[in-house]
């Protein structure tokens, strides 16, 4: 028998047991939207991909800049992407959003055993979780599994999380390394610094990252992690 939200929230919800509630009546009227207005009706995932990125930008907007309100609202907006897709879906027999559910829920309580089973709490998280996530989806290498259609910037970035994360030390030979400890004004400015040296120079900066990352991903996979 599957475990009941409260059983598993482990009394994190407090007295508010009916957290959520709202998320049915979310429900149905995507469903009444996707039946009864014609532009509803006509989009697919496809015409949709555009929305989810802006959503995306003005959420990390109100996390910078706004208000609470202003937060509640760009979520909202948000979530109903991920009510479209899952409607989109629904309604051609493929999966629904209790599929999508089913499907977070399951992956957070298979990689939270320490949690959720009697497991040790690790003593390094993160290593952990690509780990368990490079075994789960049968990865060959630690680079597997990152987005083809994320910015220069956030590619090279996650790029390095994960041989961080994995502890590849040897990837990063022959990478620059700072002498000195580094703290966000810092990486800013010079990273404005080289952005605005490039287009001095007539260099694309964007491109030039994507070739330099794309190369030492080469170089890594070549490596075998």
Known sequence: MTDQPADLAGGALGDDTELGRELA?????????RRDCPWDAAQTHRSLAKHLIEETAETIDAI???SDTDLVEELGDLLLQ?????????????????????????????RHPYIFDDAAVPTDMMATWEGAKRVEKQRQSALDGIADSLSALSRAAKVATRLNDTHADAAFAGLAVADEPLDTQ???????TLVTEAVRA????????????????LRVRQSGV
């Open 202 to 217: 007539g260099i694309d900066p964007d491109q030039a990252l994507r070739d330099a990352t794309r190369e030492w991903e």
């Open 64 to 66: 910078e800049a706004g």
């Open 25 to 33: 009546r979310v429900v149905a009227i995507m469903a009444r939207l």
């Open 82 to 110: 991920v009510m479209y897709h899952s409607e989109i879906a629904r309604t051609e027999g493929r999966f629904d959003i209790d599929d999508v559910a089913d499907g977070i829920v399951d992956k957070l309580i298979v």
């Open 186 to 192: 810092t990486v800013g400015q010079g990273l404005l």
